[in-house]
């Protein structure tokens, strides 16, 4: 199927892609919070399937917050405060379902075979490459942030600001150095040989991944209808 199998659920890479690009049309196009709570909770249900626990328990808990502050903190403050957080919660809100399909795809996706997915559709080199860095940049910066975390656990750093200091000062130093290298490893891998690349999995849809498309492609109506 060309994916990590964590879960009873194997999607095709492109399903993914296709299921991420409807899901942000459809979100940020739609106004009724009804629709936005059963595409949360659809996306709860496969990021279950597909075995992504801990994001899925993520992304509920933050939904809920959010709906909470929205309509039950946010009427009882001051309208300055209000106005301003309410653009805030909004946002985030808005955000959620795409970062959490994003972080399904991370996850179950090596980068290899995302690659070999887009390469199949035939896309140029230009937007295989800058796409694939930036997938596999992220979790890089992630593994970074857990290891500088970790030494502030053994030398007892306390303090939030101090946290932060010493968090973020060494992940913005070493942004531009980590991006080099990934280029430099993707590069050194081939990636701009202009060859047609092969791969050992046999990458091909399935009926979940026809289904999920076809959901993909009736969010996309609904939301130009709904514009």
């Given amino acids: ?11 095709d890479p ?18 009724h919070v009804c629709a936005e709570m059963l595409v949360v909770a659809a996306l709860v249900i496969l990021l ?9 328990l993520k992304s509920t808990i933050t939904y809920i917050v959010l709906l909470a502050i929205k309509y ?10 209000m106005t301003s957080l309410n653009i805030v919660v909004i946002t985030f809100r808005k955000l959620l379902p795409c970062v959490t399909l994003g ?35 992220f979790p890089t910066l992630h593994e970074e942030q857990q290891a500088i975390s970790d030494a502030m656990k053994l030398r007892n750093v306390h303090g939030v600001f101090q946290k932060l200091e010493y968090i973020y000062v060494p992940l913005m130093l ?12 993707i590069t050194a891998r081939g990636i701009d040989n202009p060859r047609p690349k092969t791969c050992a999995v ?15 492609i009736v969010l996309v109506i609904i939301a130009f209808v709904l514009l």
């Fill in 14 to 31: 492109r399903t993914k892609i296709l299921l991420l690009l409807g899901i942000n049309i459809f979100v940020f196009t739609n106004s």
């Fill in 103 to 137: 972080a399904l795809l991370v996850q179950t996706t090596p980068i290899r075979l995302l690659m070999h997915a887009m390469q199949k559709w035939h896309l140029p080199q230009a937007v295989i490459i800058p796409l694939a860095i930036t997938v596999r940049y």
């Fill in 1 to 11: 199927m060309g994916t990590i199998r964590k879960g009873i659920l194997v999607l």
């Fill in 48 to 56: 279950l399937l597909c075995g992504v626990y801990k994001t899925a």
């Fill in 72 to 81: 039950w903190i946010l009427p009882f403050c001051p309208e300055i405060i």
């Fill in 202 to 216: 046999s990458m091909r849809f399935h009926i979940q991944d026809y289904v999920l498309c076809f959901v993909a």
């Fill in 174 to 185: 070493s942004a531009s150095t980590t991006a080099d290298e990934l280029s430099q490893a």
